[in-house]
């Protein structure tokens, strides 16, 4: 592969982009559209509205990567130099109109499938924009941010058909992307064992609320249960590895466990609201994500 092109792609952060496409479908799934689930149909997750707003999500989280590694690039330059930014590989201009682009064609994606979505993908950008210059530096404003920047890509999916309702599930990827931007204070320094346990402590608040909103709303607990079983086993490994040694080379496999999981938490909402065949859908984003991050970094 050229090597520019791949610098552009590992701007993107390629192996996260499926996690952005797992929240508009578990946010399409609590908005209702999977309700009438068949297994031999398929034909619900290719209508226009759907792939518009997959791609609307895309593009913003693609952009919102590249932009913060613009507003990095000092601080790249002496911990990260082998980036592609600040190893000259793209030019610093040209990274900010690709990072721009990205943006603006996400926003303008969503509003081609209504104005609402259109509405909550401008506000999503504001919030990827104030994390990437200004509240990822801050030790709890970062986390609380980069959540509401979650919680808006969920929005964003149960925005599918015009209207929103179950902003509770919102608080979700708010506190689970707080976990994980904890984890990932240590990940080149290491020593990070309080902001380990109080991710852990979060976590655990993470899957305690899937649960309960399920028992609340749907009658779909039992089939929820699995996947509930499998994002805390994929979550905790990593986490408790990475306590044990605190090493930074264990922090990063922590946060890469907590930010690729995402796609089991979205898979689990989504079973909630539909079918076990809606999750196992949903998951097998999972296998495209690890073998992109073999190829691409995660953070």
């Given amino acids: 592969m050229n090597a520019v092109l791949k610098g552009y792609l590992g701007l993107m952060r390629p192996a996260n982009l499926p996690t952005a496409a797992a929240d508009i479908f578990a946010g399409m799934a609590i908005a209702g559209i999977f309700a009438d689930f068949s297994v ?11 792939i518009v707003l997959v791609l609307s999500s895309v593009l913003l989280y693609a952009g919102g990567v590249v932009l913060n590694d613009v507003f990095d690039v000092e601080l790249d330059k002496i911990e ?20 721009s682009i990205l943006l603006l064609m996400g926003i303008v994606s969503a509003f081609a499938v209504g104005n609402l979505s259109g509405g909550i993908a401008v506000l999503l950008a504001v919030f990827i924009l104030s ?56 990940e080149v320094h290491g020593d990070n064992k309080k902001h380990i346990i109080f991710a852990g402590v979060l976590y655990a608040l993470v899957i305690g609320l899937v649960a309960s909103f399920i028992v609340f709303k749907t009658e779909n607990i039992l089939q929820t249960l699995p996947f509930l079983a499998l994002l805390a086993f994929l979550i905790y490994k990593p986490l408790l590895q990475a306590y044990k040694d605190n090493s930074p080379q264990n922090i990063k496999k922590a946060v890469m466990g907590g930010v690729l999981s995402l796609i089991i938490l979205d898979a689990t909402i989504a079973v909630g609201f539909s079918h076990f065949f809606m999750g196992i859908l949903i998951i097998l984003l999972l296998p495209l994500s690890l073998f992109l991050s073999r190829r691409f970094a995660v953070t």
């Fill in 40 to 50: 031999t149909n398929f034909s619900f997750l290719f209508t226009q509205n759907s």
């Fill in 80 to 99: 990260r130099p082998e980036r592609a930014i600040p190893s000259g590989l793209i030019s610093l201009k040209s990274a900010i109109i690709f990072g």
């Fill in 131 to 186: 994390y990437d210059y200004y509240a990822k530096h801050k030790l709890v404003l970062g986390p609380i941010n980069m959540g509401v920047c979650r919680g808006l890509n969920l929005l964003l999916g149960i925005s599918i058909l015009g209207t929103i309702h179950s902003m509770e599930f919102t608080i979700i990827p708010v506190i689970y992307i707080a976990a994980i931007t904890l984890i990932s204070k240590g």
